[in-house]
């Protein structure tokens, strides 16, 4: 009886053990196939960024003496382009530029990153020099067909190719670290004109700096401007030097790492609503200023972009931050870069014009430099022209320069604007300057910029 009784228990036992067995063998295959289904697209079923990183690092070994580059290249120069076609045709030309590249080229390893972008490596025993990237570069330019045959139908293709060398060491660090490359270059390979880019280290610390720019910039400006000042630079009657008729306003940012406006400026002006708001800070802080300033204050003028008057809420915007002084309202002058297809658009002359039924004024500024387009100025939208200070600079040894000037010193009287000329910075072009009730001076010889105010906080409730 005791001998059935083990016998049945140690069945049990075995049965147990296989169940438990086949369960985690059952584990194990999962587990195997989601590793698998990791390593390859969804869509196309080819091999992936992970596939690839764990090729490199087979062994997982860092080998020192394996110098890698890398070729990523983006169909169609668009990262959009797979949406113009159904699932079956990204598929099919996926498949058959993969193969095209792995049997010409014979790759260390060949996969995709993010299911668009065909990331091609090769690897030797010495590091790669700028020349061999660039012959490689163009050496998987030369294998991509311009044309293949999808679905029955030609279709032709046009490629970016970005190229950087990296280590194993880099693999290491972990996928962000190379993505973080990888993005920069292609990014840059699709705005070159020949779609061909090949990494650089000091363009990469650039880019880096510019990004850390626009955070910080954009972080104090929310924070309230703490981090800012503002400077004026008087602009001054050519028939008396010693009055002054108008504030330039002038930005300066608290954070001397980052050097002057001459740096973070034209960074913001690619960044239309960071460059707003910028716009409307400056704007509220000068009104607290005046709201607090018990001297009668000069005009005042603040430059203003393109974009800003774009906004939809501009005029609004502006309106509602000038309605706690509106007698403040006739002594602003904004000022516009010149740029005369943004301001031929109807919303930004909208706004020109309700503004100036306020009592607001405006200057179109650096007339003279790049395209000017006259056409502007005969619609009176502006109250004054200030010239771009390298004609004045000119003007002593340039006697077209000197006509130009006196030229547009005509314009401006027979369209009643004021004439800023910018720039002046010695004696000799003080003297070229004709003494003129419409003519106004702004250079260093008269007045650096001064300091309006200590730090810009917050406006007080």
């Known amino acids: 009886m005791l001998i059935a009784l083990c016998a049945l228990l140690a069945a049990k036992?075995?049965?147990?053990?296989?169940?438990?067995?086949?369960?985690?063998?059952?584990?194990?295959?999962?587990?195997?196939?989601?590793?698998?289904?990791?390593?390859?697209?969804?869509?196309?079923?080819?091999?992936?960024?992970?596939?690839?990183q764990k090729k490199i690092l087979s062994n997982n070994e860092i080998n020192d003496s394996a110098h890698h580059i890398m070729h990523v290249i983006c169909v169609g120069?668009?990262?959009?382009?797979?949406?113009?076609?159904?699932s079956k045709t990204s598929r099919e030309i996926k498949t058959q530029l993969h193969n095209c590249l792995n049997d010409a080229l014979l790759p260390s390893v060949i996969g995709l990153f993010e299911d668009?972008?065909?990331?091609?490596?090769?690897?030797?025993?010495?590091?790669?020099?700028?020349?061999?990237?660039?012959?490689q570069q163009q050496r998987v330019q030369r294998t991509l067909p311009h044309e293949l045959v999808v679905g029955g139908k030609p279709l032709p293709?046009?490629?970016?190719?970005?190229?950087?060398?990296?280590?194993?060491?880099?693999?290491?660090?972990?996928?962000s670290y190379l993505f973080k490359k990888m993005a920069f270059c292609v990014n840059k390979s699709l705005k070159s004109l020949e779609g061909l880019y090949v990494y650089s280290h000091s363009d990469y610390k650039r880019s880096l700096r510019k990004r850390q720019i626009i955070q910080d910039l954009s972080q104090d400006i929310r924070?309230?401007?703490?981090?800012?000042?503002?400077?004026?630079?008087?602009?001054?009657?050519?028939?008396?030097?010693?009055?002054?008729?108008?504030?330039?306003?002038?930005l300066r940012w608290n954070r001397t790492e980052y050097g002057g406006p001459g740096e973070f400026m034209p960074l913001v002006a690619t960044k239309p609503h960071l460059h707003y708001s910028l716009t409307m800070m400056i704007l509220k802080k000068v009104i607290d200023y005046a709201v607090s300033s018990e001297d009668t204050l000069p005009n005042i003028s603040i430059n203003v972009s393109n974009s800003d008057l774009m906004m939809v809420d501009f005029f609004d915007d502006v309106m509602i931050a000038t309605e706690v002084y509106p007698e403040l309202r006739s002594k602003i002058i904004f000022e516009v870069v010149e740029y005369s297809e943004m301001l031929s658009k109807k919303h930004v002359k909208d706004n020109i014009l309700n503004l100036k039924k306020i009592g607001f004024r405006f200057a179109i500024d650096d007339f003279g430099c790049g395209y000017s387009n006259l056409q502007l100025l005969t619609e009176?939208?502006?109250?004054?022209?200030?010239?771009?200070?390298?004609i004045i600079g000119m003007c002593e040894q340039d006697a077209v320069a000197y006509e130009t000037l006196q030229f547009i010193l005509k314009l401006s009287e027979s369209i009643n604007a004021g004439l800023v000329i910018e720039g002046v910075e010695t004696a000799q072009q003080l003297a070229l300057v004709p003494e003129d009730p419409n003519v106004f001076i702004q250079g260093f010889l008269l007045s650096r910029p001064v300091r309006l105010t200590s730090t810009l906080s917050p406006r007080t409730k």
């Open 13 to 52: 036992v075995s049965r147990e053990k296989k169940k438990r067995s086949f369960a985690q063998l059952r584990l194990e295959r999962e587990q195997k196939k989601q590793i698998l289904k990791s390593l390859f697209c969804e869509e196309s079923q080819l091999p992936n960024i992970n596939y690839i």
């Open 77 to 86: 120069r668009s990262a959009d382009y797979y949406r113009f076609f159904d």
């Open 116 to 135: 668009r972008y065909i990331v091609v490596v090769f690897v030797k025993n010495s590091p790669w020099k700028k020349e061999q990237i660039i012959e």
């Open 157 to 175: 293709f046009d490629y970016s190719v970005a190229s950087m060398p990296f280590s194993e060491k880099d693999i290491a660090k972990g996928k």
């Open 223 to 250: 924070q309230g401007g703490a981090k800012f000042s503002l400077c004026y630079q008087p602009i001054f009657h050519s028939t008396d030097t010693s009055e002054v008729n108008i504030w330039e306003i002038l």
């Open 380 to 390: 009176k939208h502006f109250d004054f022209i200030k010239i771009d200070k390298t």
